[in-house]
């Protein structure tokens, strides 16, 4: 009996990143469940050179760097069913067109999700220890601390503030769960009982910002997101309170927040900023009370290999005639990151 046709696929990203989403035994497990070309990578859509690949085409493996998924892609890849993104959200990436196409799309955001969560994990319990702050003042006198100053230390009962029960929001409240935080929730799309299942109390964002010692965010870039922490609301942060950021930096009132920062009100561990990354003058990479790092709270180095794998087993799944285990739906887009 003839085994099946194997789906033809093309790699659509920057090709600097196929090499760690997918090293060569993850490429070997593609090749058995795909038609695919590993020297192949679109980076242009438009390219005359990329129009036989695209012809054929039934699944676009996709990337960082990939081109947007639009009208014009649609129309040079008639054949296109499947995308399997190899990164985070598709939100900026796939246009209205494919989703009315009724192409079906597969994101590993979930995998991207966990280094996220991890990362603002430890900027949680550095922060609750004062950390960033105790190491600026030992570069100067080469002191330890006195009890006094340690007094407001710790992270027992500290309140945590998570704004957006996102994927990465949902992933760190569960890496949450182990410590004696006292946890609080804003997001419009939760209930209180399903709050409490996730191990927070729900609370209006004006109550969470002003009973939070840690404010983290995790809510979705969309138009009813944006600059929802402006310079009322960054007001309403406790003196002293730590505001941390690995969502967007459209957010954030970038001109409030770098007023609250220099005053030396609030800190802040700001993973994304708006610009990004920010002009050479930015006041923010100065401050001893910001902790600025150039966006590496998503996967980087051997973690992207974890995206890969997502992306290959999702292709198994197709081959085999399953369900897709990661697959993307429009209405979700508004509510989770």
Not at 266 to 275: C, F, G, I, N
Not at 298 to 310: A, K, T, V
Request: proline residues 8%; hydrophobic residues 45%.
């Amino acid at each position: 009996m003839p085994s099946p046709q194997l789906p033809r696929a093309v790699f659509a990203m920057d090709p600097v990143h196929l090499p760690l989403l997918f090293p060569p035994p993850l490429m070997t497990r593609l090749g058995r469940v795909a038609d695919l070309d590993p020297g192949l990578v679109l980076r242009d859509f438009t390219d005359p050179a990329a129009a036989d690949a695209l012809a054929a085409a039934e699944v676009l493996i996709t990337g960082w760097g990939c081109p947007a998924l639009d009208t014009a892609l649609l129309a040079a890849a008639p054949r296109l069913r499947t995308v399997l993104h190899a990164a985070g959200s598709v939100r900026s990436l796939v246009g209205e067109a494919v989703w009315k196409g009724g192409i079906a799309v597969s994101s590993a955001v979930t995998g991207n999700a966990l280094p996220v969560a991890e990362y603002t994990l430890a900027m949680i319990l550095l922060c609750g220890k004062d950390a960033f702050d105790h190491r600026e003042r030992f570069r100067v006198t080469h002191a330890y601390p006195s009890p006094a100053e340690t007094a407001a230390t710790g992270n027992v009962g500290r309140r945590v503030g998570v704004i957006g029960a996102s994927r990465v929001g949902r992933r760190l409240l569960e890496l949450l769960k182990p410590f004696d935080f006292t946890v609080l929730l804003h997001d419009p799309y939760v209930s209180a009982v399903e709050a409490a299942a996730l191990g927070a109390e729900l609370l209006s964002l004006e109550d969470l910002l002003r009973h939070s010692d840690i404010v983290t965010l995790h809510a979705p870039d969309i138009p009813e997101t944006y600059r929802m922490l402006d310079g009322v609301r960054l007001g309403l942060i406790r003196d002293g309170g730590v505001l941390i950021n690995t969502s967007r930096g459209a957010l954030i009132d970038p001109d409030a927040l770098t007023d609250e920062l220099v005053s030396g009100r609030l800190h802040a561990v700001l993973d994304v900023t708006e610009p990004e990354p920010l002009p050479a003058g930015s006041p923010l990479y100065r401050l001893p009370n910001v902790f600025l790092t150039p966006h590496i709270a998503g996967s980087l180095g051997n973690e992207l290999e974890r995206l890969g794998l997502i992306v290959v087993e999702e292709l198994e799944r197709l081959t085999a005639g399953s369900p897709l285990a990661h697959q993307v739906r429009y209405a979700d887009l508004a509510r989770v990151a």
